[in-house]
């Protein structure tokens, strides 16, 4: 009867340990990649009818990604691997903010978009073109005006802390 109760409750563990395991995104390369693509998809279908705070739990997810098993997996990703990561990981960000896509990005405050830049810049030879093609190739949408603008706002801030420090 010990042994009966004992082995159930072995199972029953080991049963709750792998189905854990099953369900987290970053157990494995493997499945961190095809959730993440799933993620990323299944937002392209709803992103329209997305609310605010449901936003909210979808950058939570997103931060997870990154931080969590991006960083987990990063050195057992081929090249090409990682460049369908970040790829998928514009493609969320544009969905999520839009034409403001670049001034998010370039957000020395937030520490995801710190990461997101410098693993760009990384992975793809020159981001900038990349993120271009990707964001016209995946929305119809030539971006190139924004990051003009992002530019030149950079630049009048520039010129603004010169006369600042100058006087």
Same mark, same amino acid.
């Given at each position: 009867?010990?042994?009966?109760?004992?082995?159930?409750?072995?199972?029953?563990?080991?049963?709750?340990?792998?189905?854990?395991?099953?369900?987290?995104?970053?157990?494995?390369?493997?499945?961190?990649?095809?959730?993440?693509?799933?993620?990323?998809?299944?937002?392209?279908?709803?992103?329209?009818?997305?609310?605010?705070?449901?936003?909210?739990?979808?950058?939570?997810?997103?931060?997870?990604?990154?931080?969590?098993?991006?960083?987990?997996?990063?050195?057992?990703?081929?090249?090409?691997?990682?460049?369908?990561?970040?790829?998928?990981?514009?493609?969320?960000?544009?969905?999520?903010?839009?034409?403001?896509?670049?001034? /998010?990005?370039? &957000?020395?405050?937030?520490?995801?978009? @710190?990461?997101?830049?410098? #693993? %760009?810049? *990384?992975? +793809? !030879?020159?981001?900038?073109?990349?993120?271009?093609?990707?964001?016209?190739?995946?929305?119809?949408?030539?971006?190139? /005006?924004?990051? &003009?603008?992002?530019?030149?706002?950079? @630049?009048?801030?520039?010129? #603004? %802390?010169? *006369?600042? +420090? !100058?006087?």
């Amino acid at each position: 009867m010990k042994i009966t109760i004992r082995s159930c409750m072995f199972f029953g563990v080991l049963t709750l340990l792998l189905s854990s395991c099953q369900l987290d995104p970053c157990a494995n390369k493997e499945k961190f990649l095809t959730t993440f693509d799933q993620f990323v998809e299944d937002i392209s279908e709803v992103e329209e009818d997305i609310t605010l705070e449901e936003w909210k739990d979808y950058d939570e997810t997103f931060k997870k990604y990154l931080e969590e098993c991006y960083v987990n997996h990063k050195e057992d990703l081929l090249t090409s691997e990682k460049k369908t990561f970040w790829a998928n990981s514009i493609r969320y960000y544009y969905q999520r903010h839009g034409k403001s896509f670049f001034t /998010e990005l370039e &957000d020395e405050t937030d520490p995801l978009a @710190k990461l997101m830049e410098q #693993e %760009l810049e *990384e992975v +793809f !030879n020159n981001p900038e073109s990349a993120i271009i093609a990707l964001v016209k190739e995946e929305f119809g949408e030539d971006i190139s /005006e924004g990051i &003009d603008k992002v530019v030149d706002e950079i @630049k009048k801030l520039g010129e #603004e %802390l010169k *006369e600042i +420090f !100058n006087k």
